[in-house]
């Protein structure tokens, strides 16, 4: 299988059940929700049936909105804040299946082995980031195979990281770097961190409270928490509505935009310096297989494009994909 291919075939299985198509998610009645989305759904009003989690993580609102169904599960909106989260939630059990699957079989084993892809967002995570971590020591929480790790040690930053797939670690180990096999919960290290970076991570944490309070208990005072994530509210989401393809019901579960992430850390004891839009570096052929593999009407359409970016040596765009980075200090 080459690159591209797999590439495709790994965003594909990402990205089940999506349309395909640049199509708006409509809004959707109480009654239409109750009808696909069975009881666990708040209606208009706030009513409750069984199961659900009671309260907005944002603004502890109880009125929320079914916004549309996707992949066998609910995306379910606060009526009052926005923020945005994917009903029912998966158990622990089946979420740390999904993570061993993902990384041995599944569509993230195609990313990892992805090295000069990884390898190219790390480090501009890291120059983007560079005048607030000194000389760390850093911890990059869901450090996946290492990438940002690698990165900062070799710009003379001391840095580890923690992650919970076996997969990934035993990648990590296989160049020597400092990336161990623990849980957030279970993770202590010895001594504060200057800095605790988790890119990617928030929205697939069954709990993202429990980052935020373990990443505050890390830090040394004046630390620095920095986090990229999907923005609800981006121009990339909007477009797309249930179509965009950070809306992946297995693997991610709530959807902050650049207002409610602050309002949530700041429910946690963080103070935000920035928020702002992030656009990842990407390989031309890279991208274009992404859309390819998105759009499958497309596929005929850009294989020509793709191979002529191979032989143009591949160049890196930097795409609105609609992730955000936001920076915070504790308060």
């Known amino acids: 299988m080459t690159e591209s291919r797999g590439v495709r ?86 979420l740390e299946r999904h993570y061993a699957w993902t990384y041995e079989q599944g569509p993230y084993a195609v990313f990892a082995a992805a090295d000069h892809v990884r390898t190219l967002v790390a480090r501009a995570r890291l120059a983007a980031l560079r005048p607030l971590l000194g000389t760390g020591p850093i911890l990059d929480v ?33 160049h020597d770097l400092p990336v161990r096999l623990a849980r957030l919960e279970d993770f202590a290290p010895a001594a504060p961190y200057a800095a605790v970076t988790a890119f990617d991570v928030i929205e697939h944490l069954l709990d993202p409270g429990v980052l935020l309070a373990r990443a505050r208990a890390w830090l040394a005072p004046g ?18 509505g249930r179509a ?19 309002v949530f ?32 009407r497309l596929a005929r359409a850009v294989a020509p494009v793709a191979g002529l970016a191979r032989r143009l040596g591949d160049p890196a765009l930097r795409l609105p994909v609609g992730e955000m980075l936001v920076v915070a200090h504790p308060a």
Do not use: M, Q
């Not at 009645?29 to 696909?36: I, T, Y």
């Not at 290492?146 to 992650?163: H, L, M, P, T």
């Not at 965009?244 to 602050?262: G, L, N």
């Not at 702002?276 to 499958?296: D, N």
């Open 223 to 240: 630390g620095t928490l920095a986090l990229t994530l999907p923005d609800g509210r981006s121009a990339a989401a909007r477009l797309l």
């Open 142 to 174: 869901g450090a996946s195979t290492g990438s940002f790790v690698a990165a900062a040690r070799a710009a003379g930053v001391a840095a580890e990281g923690i992650e919970r797939s076996e997969r990934a670690v035993a990648l990590a180990r296989l």
């Open 9 to 94: 075939a790994g965003i594909r299985a990402i990205l089940a059940n999506g349309s395909g198509r640049l199509k708006p998610a409509r809004r959707c009645s109480a009654a239409e929700a109750r009808a696909w989305y069975g009881p666990r759904v708040h209606d208009e009003r706030g009513a409750t049936d069984g199961g659900t989690p009671a309260g907005c993580l944002v603004c502890a609102g109880t009125r929320r909105r079914p916004r549309f169904r996707k992949g066998g599960r609910a995306f379910v909106a606060c009526a009052g804040c926005g923020f945005t989260r994917v009903e029912p939630l998966p158990s622990p059990e089946e």
């Open 244 to 262: 965009w393809w950070f809306y992946a019901p297995d693997d991610h579960f709530h959807y902050f935009d650049r207002r409610t992430i602050v």
């Open 265 to 296: 850390l700041a429910r946690h004891g963080f103070r935000v310096a920035h928020a702002t839009s992030w656009r990842k570096p990407l390989p031309l052929a890279y991208v274009l297989a992404a859309g390819a593999a998105f759009y499958p």
